[in-house]
Nanobody
Framework: VQLQAFGGGLVQAGGSLRLSCVAS????????MGWFRQAPGKERDVVAA????????NLVDSVKGRFTISRDRAKNTVTLQMGSLKPEDTAVYYC???????????????????WGQGTQVTVSS
């Protein structure tokens, strides 16, 4: 299984970026696809997640109204569209895939078994 994330870069505050994650190596029916981010000196935190089969999405409060997550099953791609970017959004962004059992939590990185390599997003003020 391989997850390839790309689309990061340098953008000014208020700008937009679109991150893509191309997944391969298995079918992802029943999986949750997530985007996490890790800023220097901080823990890796979830940003958004989407249930591959149903398309149901979840986002953390800090990005609601600014970010959207979507998936294209035909292209095996998960996209994180980021808008109204702030300097505090600066981080390495990772895509991940996992099966969340009943009682599990989409926000916990431990539930995700596959990870992409990360892509840097830098937002200048």
């Amino acid at each position: 299984v391989q997850l390839q994330a790309f689309g990061g870069g340098l953008v000014q505050a208020g700008g937009s970026l679109r991150l893509s994650c191309v997944a391969s190596g298995r079918t992802f029916s029943g999986y949750v696809m997530g985007w996490f981010r890790q800023a220097p000196g901080k823990e890796r935190d979830v940003v958004a997640a989407i249930w591959w089969s149903s398309g149901i999405t979840n986002l953390v409060d800090s990005v609601k109204g600014r970010f959207t997550i979507s998936r294209d099953r035909a292209k095996n791609t998960v996209t994180l569209q980021m808008g109204s970017l702030k300097p505090e959004d600066t981080a390495v962004y990772y895509c991940a895939a996992g099966r969340i059992s009943p009682g599990g939590s989409w926000v916990l990185s431990s539930w995700y078994e596959y990870w992409g390599q990360g892509t840097q997003v830098t937002v200048s003020s």
